[in-house]
């Protein structure tokens, strides 16, 4: 893993952590996928480790949903992730 896709595996980590500590019992996250062209089929990079590292904080993915946009750093994939406590 990359050193920008690590650092977003450890925010994952910390915010899902805080959340729990809080006694929440949800977890609304944004994913920005790291790839610069989502226009091809295959591994969104960098998304499947912040799920994984939100996960191993004792959370369960439940629901996804998934925009496109254009930005300054152009095309990037954002997923709204929902997690709910084991």
Known sequence: MGFINNAKAN?????????YTEGR?????KI??????SRHTGVMTGV???????????WALTNMAA????ALSGE???LICLFRRR
């Open 67 to 70: 925009a496109e946009s254009k």
């Open 76 to 78: 990037r994939t954002a």
């Open 32 to 37: 920005i996928e790291a790839n610069s062209s």
């Open 25 to 29: 019992q949800v977890l609304t996250f």
């Open 48 to 58: 499947g480790e912040q799920i994984e590292a939100i996960e191993a904080q004792g």
């Open 11 to 19: 925010e994952a980590t910390r915010a899902a952590e805080q959340a």
